[in-house]
Nanobody, 123 residues
Framework: QVQLVESGGQLVQAGGSLRLSCAEV??????????MGWFRQAPGKEREFVAA????????YYEDSVKGRFTISRDNGKNTVYLQMNSLKPEDTAVYYC??????????????WGQGTQVTVSS
């Protein structure tokens, strides 16, 4: 089984930065085998893909509105994936979910989901 625990969400002003972390805490040996990603869901909106990274970290994917502002990375030695978010906008306000699956990408199916962490960007 895979258990994902997100952290790092908080209230920040527009233009600021945050780094979200997601640690896999139940299946450390398998973490490096999974593609990892982030989704988000704002109030009243559908959940949307944000970013993903392949198991080895060699390829990344981003939703168009976050390209150039967000960076996904992973440290397989620490069983952790990160989402560095810069130049934050109020429209980035959402609950951010960490995901794990067999294949990375915006259309991929992810088997495991974290509980989510709230990011609020004030104007």
């Amino acid at each position: 089984q895979v258990q994902l625990v997100e952290s790092g969400g908080q209230l920040v002003q527009a233009g600021g930065s945050l780094r979200l972390s997601c640690a896999e805490v139940a299946s450390a040996r398998k973490f490096s085998l999974y593609a990892m990603g982030w989704f988000r869901q704002a109030p009243g909106k559908e959940r949307e893909f944000v970013a993903a990274i392949t198991w080895g970290g060699g390829r990344t994917y981003y939703e168009d509105s976050v390209k150039g502002r967000f960076t996904i990375s992973r440290d397989n030695g620490k069983n952790t994936v990160y989402l560095q978010m810069n130049s934050l906008k109020p429209e980035d306000t959402a609950v951010y979910y960490c995901v794990a699956g067999g294949v990375a990408g915006p259309k991929a199916d992810y088997d495991f989901w974290g509980q989510g962490t709230q990011v609020t960007v004030s104007s």
